[in-house]
């Protein structure tokens, strides 16, 4: 069984920063790419940003620049910095890792419980 276990969100003033992290802890063979997507009320879950084992970083257009991902492969944890943070980024923030449980396992996605992430104007 794998769990991920969320923190770092809640609330801050617009151009603040904050930064979230995502632990996932099991048995785990193999961890592919660590993402964040969020969500906000009314919309639907978007990608964040994703950094795959090779290092290989993607961003939404609209953190690019402001957000920085990152792993620590020796924990499998994955963090999301945001900095100079917008009301606009208000939403759910869930981290998404896709891993093997064993050698001869499929790669799955798994997903964290989420946290709440409130940016005030």
């Known amino acids: 069984q794998v769990q991920l276990v969320e923190s770092g969100g809640g609330l801050v003033q617009a151009g603040g920063s904050l930064r979230l992290s995502c632990a996932a802890s099991?048995?785990?063979?193999?961890?592919?790419?660590m993402g964040w997507y969020r969500q906000a009320p009314g919309k639907q879950r978007e990608l964040v940003a994703v950094e795959n084992s090779d290092g290989w970083r993607n961003y939404a257009d609209s953190v690019a620049g402001r957000f920085t991902i990152s792993r620590d492969n020796a924990k499998n944890t994955v963090y999301l910095q945001m900095n100079s943070l917008k009301p606009e980024d208000t939403a759910v923030y869930y981290c998404?890792?896709?891993?093997?449980?064993?050698?001869?396992?499929?790669?799955?996605?798994?997903w964290g419980q989420g946290t709440q992430v409130t940016v005030s104007s």
């Open positions: 998404n890792v896709n891993l093997r449980l064993r050698f001869f396992s499929p790669a799955n996605d798994y």
């Open positions: 099991g048995t785990i063979f193999s961890i592919n790419n």
